[in-house]
């Protein structure tokens, strides 16, 4: 059980002197003392402009949140160009690797055109 609250520690619950309030830490999101997190301390970001302030948070968000699915989209077409490319050239190196080794023994089970 602390190896899975260690692995998945998005919650961190502290209390924050400035504003007396509880502060909520999501690890992705930010934290209680960043200022341009939607999380964070509104003493800390335009304290006198709420509005200001959760216009920009706010994009900020959004941004994050448009941009995830964008980059875990390519991620997956990397391995899958990596994988395309690496698993054939891994077979034709097994298969040469092999072939010479077939050369060196003449008892080989192994059959090929010359």
């Known amino acids: 059980m602390v190896v899975v609250f260690e692995i998945l520690n998005l919650l961190v619950n502290t209390f924050s002197g400035n504003c007396e309030n509880l502060c909520v830490c999501v690890c992705i999101l930010g934290d209680h003392y960043s200022e341009l997190s939607v999380l964070g301390c509104k003493y800390r970001f335009y304290p006198d ?3 200001k302030r959760r216009l920009i948070r706010g994009s900020i968000l959004c941004g994050k949140i448009l941009a995830a699915p ?8 990397a391995g899958a160009v990596c994988a ?5 050239a891994y077979c034709c190196f097994m298969l040469v690797r092999h072939i010479k080794v077939c050369e060196k023994q003449k008892n080989c089970f192994f059959f090929y055109l010359n």
Do not use: Y
Not at 70 to 77: G, K, R, S, T, W
């Open 70 to 77: 964008i980059i875990l989209c390519l991620a997956v077409v």
């Open 49 to 51: 402009r709420p509005f």
């Open 84 to 88: 395309g490319i690496g698993l054939p």
